[in-house]
């Protein structure tokens, strides 16, 4: 795998390959200009390099497209269907993008653009940049599983992701993927993610907190609650490192009885400012896979996520620190410059898992109150189960957790709708075919280093797989017939921590880690409803997902790495009696 090479080497390059061929232009017009003793020809060499730009990129353009329908007869394949927008070098699908990204929610785009092509899997060029969009499950299947080989993150993902993912277990590929790979598994082993006890404190720590905010007679934002909780639990539970997050103030509304006051007030928190800057990070990078191959342009002069870095790094130096003390100390230079590696490579596997172990894990209990708050039947059936199997006070246990079917389904209902990683990517190495979408029931030709972005949450909700009812939560599709139906004959429709052999190492401890919070949390409260008046004044209300579904996620929802909301989840909840 090639070194990170930096965005302003990556512009000149843009650059490079961009303006050569009208330079070649304006050297012939200028050549031609000589010989043949023409007047005004600086102007003329002018005109030949500024028309010269548009030229060669249509008709290199045009030429690729035509390869392209080549090579995919001689496979007995087809191009995709191909999105083309209205302006020259389809700007204004980019900006579609960007728009979509920023005000909207991207998936509405993706399903437009499947809309159009009459299936899963299309393509676009952007800027002469060629890419596929499919949320087909056998295509999924072939790049993360049979052709596993011959796909790989990608030298665009990885240079656009470098600045925060570094060269972690999610921003690698070849042997330095196996190398943070090996790193990673010891610590998802069956004891170390079935032992609950540092769960458990974490889990009554903020349970203990949010039982105080309402004492107080205030809402709070359950999404930095969970945060909280699972930073907190993720550190010590992989590095040993206590930060104590949760000893911090919880944000608070503020509110004035009728003034529709909904401002904060108060410092932030280093813990907070943490996390603020790591969704701030995680927004560029956003950004820059929206933006194609010329992010780099645009971040010629500033990186954008440098300031947001540097709060991350101060934040994240005494866990370093900490890790590095453990390790003897080294005297010469030759040792030095190998404790400098370890640093860095120890930096990078700690921001990567810090975002797997804290950002997908509060991602679904965040979704997932947010639905049972929606459905108080859904949430008083779940309860009820947790007072059945485990009792009112008593400590979850492993028996327990893989007792409770109808938990598990309430996880995976939520996980279905909301993916904590809705869009990814993977880029192909040499060219192959992907079997569903093509015209006429043909595969699709795959150019090699071509990239694939994979909607996971537009997939989730298809309903020629999963039913009429796909839109709906309903935690009993996992447990009823409707599991055999859709679910068993093509199990990669369903694919909320990927699969193959990249498939999230930490996923068991994820599902146990959500399973035990929300016991502990039902067990303490018999009620949740969001609180409408703390929540951020919103085109549409929260309360009406049911039937406005588009419009409350487009207030709602905001994808950055991992799926989040843009103003967090206010809530009540009433606590259990102990009398």
């Given at each position: ?44 060499v002018l005109c030949g390099i500024v028309v010269g730009w548009p030229v060669k990129f249509s008709l290199a353009v045009r030429c690729q497209r035509l390869h392209r329908a080549w090579k995919a007869r001689a496979l007995g394949a087809v191009p995709a269907f191909e999105i083309r927008g209205k302006l020259f070098g389809d700007i204004d699908t980019i900006q579609e993008v960007n728009e ?261 894990t509060a991602s679904t209990l965040t979704f997932a109150i947010f639905l049972l708050s929606l459905h108080p039947e859904v949430f008083d059936r779940l309860r009820a189960e947790v007072l059945n199997v485990v009792g009112p006070i008593e400590q979850p246990t492993y028996k327990n957790i893989r007792e409770m079917k109808y938990l598990r389904a309430v996880l995976n209902e939520t996980l ?164």
């Amino acid at each position: 795998m090639a070194p990170h090479v930096g965005r302003r080497v990556l512009a000149l390059r843009y650059i490079r390959d961009t303006v050569l061929a009208p330079t070649v232009i304006g050297l012939i017009v200028h050549y031609l200009a000589t010989r043949l003793d023409l007047p005004h020809k600086p102007l003329l060499v002018l005109c030949g390099i500024v028309v010269g730009w548009p030229v060669k990129f249509s008709l290199a353009v045009r030429c690729q497209r035509l390869h392209r329908a080549w090579k995919a007869r001689a496979l007995g394949a087809v191009p995709a269907f191909e999105i083309r927008g209205k302006l020259f070098g389809d700007i204004d699908t980019i900006q579609e993008v960007n728009e979509a990204s920023k005000s909207g929610f991207i998936g509405e785009w993706i399903v437009a653009q499947y809309e159009k092509g009459g299936s899963g899997t299309v393509a676009a060029v952007f800027l002469g940049d060629y890419f596929l969009l499919t949320n087909d499950p056998g295509n999924i299947k072939v790049m993360l599983a049979t052709e596993f080989n011959n796909f790989e993150k990608g030298s665009f993902a990885r240079e656009a992701a470098a600045s925060l993912l570094g060269e972690g277990v999610f921003n690698t590929d070849g042997d330095m993927w196996k190398m943070h790979r090996s790193m990673t598994r010891p610590f998802f082993t069956k004891d170390r993610i079935n032992d609950y006890e540092t769960i458990d404190k974490y889990a009554m720590k903020a349970i203990k907190k949010m039982k105080e905010r309402f004492n107080e007679g205030y809402a709070l934002n359950f999404e930095d609650v969970i945060h909280r909780f699972t930073l907190d639990a993720a550190c010590e539970f992989l590095f040993n490192t206590k930060l104590q997050t949760l000893d911090s103030t919880l944000a608070c509304p503020h509110i004035k009885p009728g003034s529709g006051d909904h401002t904060s007030s108060g410092e932030i928190s280093p813990e907070e400012a943490f996390s603020r800057a790591l969704v701030g990070a995680e927004t560029v990078l956003m950004d820059r896979f929206n933006c194609g191959e010329v992010w780099c342009l645009q971040e010629f002069f500033k990186d954008k996520s440098e300031s947001y870095m540097e709060v991350i790094n101060e934040f994240l130096n005494p866990i370093l620190e900490e890790c590095l003390a453990k390790h003897a100390a080294r005297n010469d230079a030759g040792e030095a410059d190998d404790e400098a590696k370890t640093l860095n490579i120890l930096r990078d596997e700690i921001i990567n898992i810090i975002i797997a172990g804290r950002d997908t894990t509060a991602s679904t209990l965040t979704f997932a109150i947010f639905l049972l708050s929606l459905h108080p039947e859904v949430f008083d059936r779940l309860r009820a189960e947790v007072l059945n199997v485990v009792g009112p006070i008593e400590q979850p246990t492993y028996k327990n957790i893989r007792e409770m079917k109808y938990l598990r389904a309430v996880l995976n209902e939520t996980l279905r709708l909301y993916p904590p990683l809705p869009i990814n990517t993977r880029t192909s190495i040499n060219e192959t075919t992907l079997p569903e979408g093509g015209k006429g029931g043909k595969p699709i030709y795959v150019p090699p280093k071509t990239l694939i972005s994979f909607s996971t949450i537009t997939m989730h909700r298809r309903k020629d797989l999963w039913g009429p009812d796909a839109d709906e939560f309903d935690p009993d599709r996992f447990i009823d017939d409707r599991i055999k139906k859709y679910f068993v004959p093509n199990p990669f429709i369903f694919l909320p921590f990927g699969a193959g052999p990249r498939i999230c190492l930490g996923q068991q401890f994820a599902y146990n880690e959500m399973s035990f919070f929300l016991i502990r949390l039902l067990q303490n409260f018999n009620s949740v409803t969001l609180d409408t008046d703390a929540q951020p004044r919103r085109t549409t209300s929260l309360l009406e997902w049911k039937t406005k579904r588009q419009e409350v996620e487009r207030d709602l929802l905001s994808a950055h790495l991992t799926l989040s909301t843009k103003d967090g989840i206010w809530v009540r909840m009433n606590e259990v009696s102990t009398l």
